[in-house]
């Protein structure tokens, strides 16, 4: 009998152990900036991307879309963690071969054009540690207007004239970037 009670009490001290440190855990309330995929195909069902952005969508919640993205500074694409490109084959940006593989997407706003950049750095928190030394491919594009405002920063894809065409989005501000075969 006294071994019964050993070991009741033995098992009933872990359990008690156990209980107390999975109540104990702390989980973050949801992010202001969430974070979201976009993907060519964007189809789900497809297993076969060609190319994925995965990035957080700041808001404008009445700020401006300059203080947000400066003109002429670099800035991480979103929020948070620099937004990260993963090409699944290799692809061109402007006239520069970009290999498949994992980059950092790092834009620096204007308000005529937009230059885009991939980065070899990963996992970049911000754009305060960007190196222009490790810019894989460079390129600039117009900037192009919409009435439709859209409150937090989004970007789509689709199927382009000769590879996938990726536009970025923001309050009335759209930019289009080509990758091409």
Do not use: C, H
């Not at 700041?58 to 490109?85: C, D, F, I, M, Y």
């Not at 750095?121 to 894989?136: C, H, I, K, P």
């Amino acid at each position: 009998m006294k071994k019964f009670t050993t070991i009741y009490t033995s098992v009933f001290a872990l359990l008690m152990i156990v209980s107390t440190n999975m109540q104990a855990q702390k989980y973050s309330s949801l992010d202001k900036s969430p974070l979201d995929i976009a993907s060519y195909p964007n189809d789900y069902k497809d297993a076969n991307k060609q190319l994925k952005v995965i990035y957080s969508r700041p808001q404008l919640k009445e700020r401006s879309l300059s203080k947000l993205a400066p003109n002429g500074k670099v800035w991480r694409t979103g929020a948070n963690e620099a937004a990260e490109l993963v090409l699944y084959s290799d692809f061109n940006l402007g006239e520069t071969s970009v290999k498949a593989g994992t980059y950092s997407l790092f834009t620096i706003p204007g308000e005529k054009e937009w230059t885009i950049i991939l980065s070899s750095d990963l996992n970049v928190w911000g754009s305060y540690y960007y190196n222009e030394a490790n810019d894989v491919a460079r390129l600039t594009v117009p900037v192009m207007s919409d009435k439709e405002s859209i409150e937090a920063f989004s970007i789509a894809m689709e199927k382009g004239e000769n590879g996938v065409d990726m536009y970025l989005a923001w309050d009335t501000l759209r930019v289009k970037v080509p990758f091409t075969k």
